[in-house]
């Protein structure tokens, strides 16, 4: 009985472990592989020119990355009834949520290579369309690089035309945390102190004219300091600065 039960237990082990293997090569190599090979000839049938470069997924950690991605196309849906008016795809997204993401954006073209990361990031969409009725409604909390601070940013969107309206938040950003994207540009070093932002905001684009409203806004810079890169003493420093305009 013992040895029929080890039996068993070893065919189910090594059941286990091919299907295991299955699921890692299909994930590593498999996967990339047809991503890489069939995504353009996806978009060429559809009279898209489209280019992909090195895929690579990880099946354990759920991750997909891809790079040197282009699509060259104006309109990658048909126009649908309701949308011709705006002259855009037929586009609606009823529901979407992307919870617990990560951004990781980087700038090559300067002297000094620059990257962060935004972590987590938490968007939802509800509504958001091409159709002139009704607005969509969004929302984004954002941790910025570094323990940089948080953005909180939601409001209302029309996509045609393309009008929004809400409000953002920045709390406690420190300059500090991308300052590297910059510092090509400037003769300073890291800049000291946060910075508070809130502002309510209605945002338009419409015939090649854009307009901006900011109302309710509050800015508020503490402990702030700047200088030279080789400098001991600061050029500039600010204690407390506040500003409010309703």
């Known amino acids: 009985m013992a040895s029929r039960t080890a039996k068993i237990a070893g065919r189910l082990a090594a059941s286990a472990a091919l299907l ?3 699921y890692a090569l299909a994930g590593f190599f498999l996967l990339p592989y047809l991503v890489e090979r069939y995504v353009p000839r996806y978009a060429q049938e559809r009279s898209i020119r489209a280019s992909i470069g090195e895929v690579r997924v990880n099946p354990f950690l759920f991750t997909f990355e891809a790079k040197d991605c282009k699509f060259e196309e104006k309109r990658l849906f048909p126009t649908a009834s309701g949308s011709a008016e705006s002259g855009l795809p037929g586009v609606l997204v009823r529901h979407a949520r992307l919870g617990l993401g990560r951004l990781t954006f980087c700038n090559e073209s300067g002297p000094t290579a620059a990257c962060a990361q935004f972590d987590p990031i938490d968007l939802e969409l509800d ?3 091409t159709w002139l009725e009704p ?8 941790r910025l690089p570094g323990g940089g601070g948080e953005l909180r940013w939601r409001g209302e969107l029309y996509l045609a035309p393309f009008q929004s309206s809400g409000r953002i938040e920045l709390a406690k950003f420190k300059p500090a945390a991308v300052w590297q994207f910059f510092q090509d540009r400037f003769n300073l070093a890291d800049p000291s102190g946060t910075l508070d932002f809130k502002a309510d905001y209605q945002v ?3 015939h090649g004219v854009s307009k901006l409203l900011l109302k309710d806004l509050s800015l508020a810079l503490t402990k702030v300091g700047l200088r030279a890169s080789k400098a001991a003493e600061p050029m500039l420093e600010l204690k407390t600065l506040y500003l409010a305009i309703s």
Request: net charge neutral; no cysteine.
């Open 20 to 22: 295991l293997a299955g």
């Open 127 to 129: 509504g958001i369309s």
């Open 135 to 142: 607005a969509g409604r969004y929302a984004l909390t954002a």
């Open 204 to 206: 338009a684009f419409e």
